[in-house]
T-cell receptor, first 111, second 113 residues
């Protein structure tokens, strides 16, 4: 069974731009969670989608948004990028909401 | 805020020795505690997990113990090898419930050949 895939793997953007990241979960998994990972803050939870509905949300500003499609694939969007948004963005899929399997991440650099 | 704490931040061990990483949590209702290993340039990989109905679980050189009274759980790696060098994250219940995980800040384990 294929693992979690994320595209693109690397992105370079400038301040003020917006970006969309994509995640394909493990086949059969309906839960997709997104995390931001930075050296200082560790893994910070962004949001979770389950069956196309946002089920949980972390403490990030409204510039961070997401969605999930009927095939469970998920996207997250960050608008009006700031330098502090530079991070590794990780997606994790889950069958039941607790055992989570991570993708390789998307490394976003904001210049 | 999140309620999983992880100490120490860096652990160096000689190859062949054991490494132990401990995490504490505050929500006594929690029942699921996974450990992840993250190598450079990769996403975290689930290596072992434990549920609150057992006190210990082993998988080859890796074991996890859970002390519900003291609210801490530990990862034990025996006979460490260079490929065990990585960052290890524990996870537990996020503060406020809602059935999601909170992650510790991670421990860098360095195995010295």
């Amino acid at each position: 069974k294929a693992g979690v895939t994320q595209t693109p793997r690397y992105l370079i953007k400038t301040r003020g731009q917006q970006v969309t990241l994509s995640c394909s979960p493990i086949s059969g998994h309906r839960s997709v969670s997104w995390y931001q990972q930075t050296p200082g803050q560790g893994l910070q939870f962004l949001f979770e989608y389950f069956s196309e509905t946002q089920r949980n949300k972390g403490n990030f500003p409204g510039r961070f948004s997401g969605r999930q499609f009927s095939n469970s694939r998920s996207e997250m969007n960050v608008s009006t990028l700031e330098l502090g948004d530079s991070a590794l963005y990780l997606c994790a899929s889950s069958l039941d909401g607790d055992t989570q399997y991570f993708g390789p991440g998307t490394r976003l650099t904001v210049l | 805020g999140e309620n999983v704490e992880q100490h120490p931040s860096t652990l160096s061990v000689q190859e062949g020795d054991s490494a132990v990483i401990k995490c504490t949590y505050s929500d006594s209702a929690s029942n699921y505690f996974p450990w992840y290993k993250q190598e450079l340039g990769k996403g975290p990989q689930l290596i072992i997990d434990i549920r609150s109905n057992v006190g210990e679980k082993k998988d080859q050189r890796i074991a996890v113990t859970l002390n519900k009274t003291a609210k801490h759980f530990s990862l034990h790696i025996t006979e460490t090898q260079p490929e065990d060098s990585a960052v290890y994250f524990c996870a537990g219940p996020a503060a406020g419930g809602n059935n999601r995980l909170a992650f510790g800040k991670g421990n860098q384990v360095v195995v010295i050949p």
